[in-house]
């Protein structure tokens, strides 16, 4: 994989996230905030971001539990490079994305982790975050030169990435491991590490959706599994009751599964 040019711009206006995520453009903090917390609206980052080519894609909030939160309450938006595309093998070509979570109820920074956008099934990874150095940004004293600043580091450290997933793409793997990786990776997905899951269904999670993810090497296996996981609709047996696992909606647990599964499928690097 290499990094090269390429123009498929999904890229948000201000008025298409101000409508999906109206959170962002908060005028004011929660007033449980303390006289010194400064506000920060998140749009004011997202539209340097953008000066710095970094264009918004997608956004999310959480679910407001109290009327004290509503309007505060933490979110997300997923920014893509258009000049930073992963060029792969046959066509299964990546994007770097980065996902900014902020909150303006005092309790967060603004944290950017590293994405990758897999084109090829339009899947949403979530690299862990030690691999490309994921950063925080305080909102007193936030500038917008400390963002640029940041923001280069960060790109300073994609060879790293690029070189694990070259290992994954160029490593193969057997029918038996891939059903060990199904099985940790069942196992994140809820969140007990005793649980044993049937073959059956330690089969479906190893079978691709589509014909571009055929193939035994380590980086589809890891894209195929990671898809039913995330996607769910599949059976799966909880104690005597068969149960029907369901979409990860939730963005807090979609980045958290996918950081482990991301660290997982290092694990199986040789």
């Avoid at 690029?162 to 990786?181: D, F, G, R």
């Avoid at 069942?186 to 590490?193: A, K, T």
């Amino acid at each position: 994989m290499m990094y090269t040019n390429d123009k498929e711009n999904p890229a948000l206006s201000l008025d298409e996230l101000k409508e999906i995520c109206p959170v962002i453009f908060a005028e004011q903090p929660s007033n449980d905030v303390s006289d010194k917390y400064t506000h920060i609206p998140t749009n004011r980052v997202v539209e340097d971001m953008m000066q710095l080519g970094w264009d918004p894609i997608n956004a999310q909030q959480v679910k407001a539990r109290k009327n004290a939160t509503r309007g505060f309450q933490k979110h997300v938006v997923v920014f893509r490079n258009e000049n930073l595309l992963i060029k792969g093998k046959d066509g299964d070509d990546s994007y770097v994305q980065l996902l900014l979570t902020n909150s303006h109820d005092g309790k967060n920074s603004f944290k950017f982790e590293a994405g990758i956008f897999r084109l090829v099934c339009s899947n949403g990874l979530v690299v862990k975050s030690t691999d490309m150095g994921s950063f925080k940004l305080r909102h007193m004293g936030y500038t917008f030169e400390e963002l640029q600043t940041q923001l280069n580091e960060f790109v300073s450290n994609l060879d790293g990435v690029v070189e694990k997933m070259n290992k994954m793409v160029n490593q193969t793997i057997s029918v038996e491991a891939a059903k060990k990786l199904a099985q940790r990776a069942l196992q994140v997905r809820f969140n007990d590490e005793n649980e044993k899951f049937d073959d059956e269904l330690l089969t479906q999670m190893i079978t691709p959706v589509r014909v571009e993810d055929e193939g035994d090497s380590l980086w589809k296996t890891f894209n195929v599994i990671q898809e039913r996981i995330i996607e769910g609709d599949f059976q799966y047996k909880s104690g005597s009751k068969m149960r029907k696992a369901r979409k990860i909606k939730n963005f807090q647990q979609d980045m958290k599964v996918n950081q482990q599964l991301w660290e997982l499928a290092e694990e199986f690097v040789n």
